[in-house]
């Protein structure tokens, strides 16, 4: 037997009145407050807003022992991931592949 997926599909939910779905359904002027809302109390930020006011502390840690800076990509990776060493410095596998 084929099935029309297009057609509307009737449950056992949708016996319910109006009323009852009313009912289930929270009231918006409760008074509760949105989690979402509550963490970001000023709006969202739009890009290209100016932030020159705004101060960030930020703690800069040295390289490690275990540690190396590619000298293609300039990230500071693991010496597991270190390929070869170039009469420049070290390179990453991910650049000598």
């Not at 002027?29 to 989690?35: N, P, R, T």
């Not at 979402?36 to 930020?45: R, T, V």
């Not at 597991?80 to 991910?94: F, M, N, R, T, V």
Request: with cysteine; proline share 7%; net charge negative.
């Amino acid at each position: 037997m084929a099935t029309d997926y297009d057609a509307p599909r009737k449950n056992e939910d949708e016996s319910e009145s109006i009323e009852a779905l009313k009912e289930r359904v929270p009231d918006k002027s409760s008074g509760s407050i949105d989690v979402e809302d509550a963490d970001n109390p000023s709006g969202f930020e739009l890009p290209g807003a100016d932030l020159s006011d705004l101060e960030l502390d930020v703690v800069v840690l040295p390289a490690q022992e275990d540690e190396f800076t590619c000298v293609s990509c300039f990230l500071v990776k693991h010496r597991s991931q270190l390929d070869h060493e170039d009469p420049a410095g070290p390179i990453c596998k991910d650049c000598a592949a």
